[in-house]
């Protein structure tokens, strides 16, 4: 075939050659980037039809993984930063050198630091055991009900917040970014902690503020550089989930730019970048801008 198309070629170059005279370098650099532009061609369709029939079979395994995946009725997460993993009650995720992420089915972020044990209680309950444990609910997330968080110290109660919790031998450090929530000791009455807040619940049950500098403190590891996983979300969940992460008001300058947003399905690789970076990542990516100005991000037309 490629014969066929190079005689073509050379037919088509001899006959225009007779109206003009291009000079013989002329006529060999039109021929070889009409040759190199088809065969091109013919690579991007081969691609194509082999991408359709791997993301056919990538489908097909997916569901068929999901399927036969066993007690799904317990199924409290999906995680990634490990392969194909999956949170159940009951179960003890152990995070090991790498920093852990899960989705939970109603809508929550979690987020489990490295060298950090979390049980799942129940589907709405989970047990920090050790280490450090982000969590943001966002206001993409379907739960109504309260979500708790038990600590060998204190348990916590929250809905629609986002706060950090660090478990060390002296007691668990609590710090809240936006709403509120209520930690339960045996020997105090509830403490609330509200938005910008930080509480150390010692190893006796007692509650101490903690400083500005220590709530800074805790919020490090969260601001850190970390994977974004955007494949088939829409551009206004990553926006929320970037937004938040990044401590930043997300609003939109016009009603059709919001729309686009929910409307908007992104694709390509996770992108292991800090909030601001991803934004403008993505947002370029739907022709949309991102605009900064006092922990505001607003998106706008370009």
Do not use: C
């Amino acid at each position: 075939m490629i014969e066929s198309i190079e005689k073509d070629v050379a037919d088509l170059l001899r006959t225009v050659g007779a109206r003009s005279a291009p000079k013989p370098e002329v006529t060999a650099a039109v021929y070889q980037s009409a040759l190199t532009a088809w065969r091109r061609e013919v690579r991007r369709r081969r691609m194509t039809r082999i991408s359709l029939a791997l993301a056919a079979s990538v489908l097909l395994s997916v569901v068929g993984a999901w399927v036969l995946q066993p007690h799904s009725d317990n199924l409290v997460a999906l995680v990634s930063g490990t392969t194909g993993r999956t949170l159940h009650v009951g179960e003890r995720l152990v995070s090991g050198d790498q920093e852990l992420r899960l989705a939970r089915l109603d809508g929550v972020i979690m987020r489990l630091a490295a060298h950090s044990v979390l049980v799942a209680a129940s589907k709405s309950d989970m047990r920090l055991e050790r280490g450090n444990l982000y969590v943001e609910t966002g206001d993409t997330a379907t739960h109504k009900t309260l979500f708790r968080l038990f600590t060998p110290f204190a348990t916590l109660d929250h809905l629609g917040t986002q706060f950090v919790a660090a478990l060390d031998d002296s007691g668990v450090q609590i710090a809240v970014r936006q709403g509120q929530l209520t930690v339960h000791t045996p020997q105090v009455a509830d403490l609330v902690i509200s938005a910008h807040e930080a509480t150390l619940v010692n190893n006796s049950g007692q509650g101490v503020r903690l400083s500005d500098q220590k709530a800074d403190d805790l919020w490090q590891w969260v601001a850190k550089d970390t994977l974004t996983i955007i494949e088939g979300r829409t551009l206004y969940a990553v926006l929320v989930e970037l937004s938040q992460r990044g401590g930043l008001a997300l609003r939109f300058s016009k009603v059709d730019i919001s729309d686009r947003a929910h409307d908007y399905v992104l694709h390509g690789p996770s992108l292991a970048l800090t909030p601001r970076r991803a934004i403008d990542i993505v947002t370029a990516s739907a022709g949309v801008r991102a605009m900064f100005a006092d922990q505001v991000l607003t998106i706008q037309p370009l």
